[in-house]
C-alpha cells in the first residue's frame, strides 16, 4: 500500500512531561523517517517551535507550569506560527477536553497511550490539507 503522504524529512516537535511518552513518540516518529525534537513543558515548548520550526506539534495537556491548552493557544496566537498544526495528547479521553483542544486550535486529539498506527495516521491527518471552506 503506497504511503499517500510521505513522512521523511517531516519536522515534529513532541511536547510531553512524561519522558516515556516523550521517548516512544520519537522511536515510532523517528522510524517513519520524521525529524524529531522533544521538550518537557510549554516553556521548552515555545521555545523549539520559533527555533525548530516544525511541520507539527504534538503537545500533552497536563503539564507543570504551562499547559497544553495555553501552549496551544500561544502557537495560534503567534502569526509566524499560527498555520502549524497542533495535536493536542492527553491520557483524559472526555468530550470537554477536546471541545476545548479545538477551542484553542488543535487539529486533531490523540488519546494516551496510542499505538504506532494511531500516532502516524495524527500526523497523516494533520499534514494534508484542511478541507476549504471558500467558496471558488
Known sequence: MPDELDLRGTRILVVDDSK???RSAEVLLT????EVQLAEDGFEAL??????KP????V???MPRLDGYHTCALIKNNPQLRDTPVVMLSSKDGLFDRAKGRLVGARLYLAKPFTA???IGAVR?????APSTESP
Open 31 to 34: 522510524k517513519a523517517g520524521c
Open 20 to 22: 516515556t511518552i516523550r
Open 60 to 62: 500533552d495537556i497536563m
Open 125 to 129: 491527518a494533520s499534514l494534508s490539507p
Open 55 to 58: 511541520d507539527l506539534v504534538f
Open 47 to 52: 521555545g523549539k517551535v520559533v527555533s525548530f
Open 117 to 119: 498506527d494511531e500516532l
